[in-house]
Nanobody, 124 residues
């Protein structure tokens, strides 16, 4: 059974930082593309960042230069370092895993496994 568990969310002031972590189990982690998505209240889930099995990364324009995705295959974790946070970054953040090596990892439908989400609230 695949399990993804996010942690690290919370309340932070604008300009601050948070580090989210996702612990994965039940899959051969090193072979999976991992992604972070977020969903604000009343909006659709949107792509934030992805890291391939070979550690290639790609970011949404809205977070590029502020967020950094990284993975530790020894610990089966993928992290999202978020700096210079803005109120518009407020959302539930989800970790996801994709076994496909043929896709770019920017679409919700490419991911077969999802965590339960962690709330990030940025106050102005």
């Amino acid at each position: 059974q695949v399990l993804l568990v996010e942690s690290g969310g919370g309340l932070v002031q604008a300009g601050g930082s948070l580090r989210l972590s996702c612990a994965a189990s039940g899959l051969t982690f090193r072979g999976y593309r991992m992604g972070w998505f977020r969903q604000a209240s009343g909006k659709e889930r949107e792509f934030i960042a992805t890291i391939s099995a070979s550690a290639d990364t790609y970011y949404a324009t809205s977070v590029k230069g502020r967020f950094t995705i990284s993975r530790d295959n020894a610990k089966n974790t993928v992290d999202l370092q978020m700096n210079s946070l803005k109120p518009e970054d407020t959302a539930v953040y989800y970790c996801a895993a994709s076994g496909s090596t043929l896709r770019l990892g920017r679409q919700v439908g490419e991911y077969g496994y999802w965590g339960q989400g962690t709330q990030v609230t940025v106050s102005s």
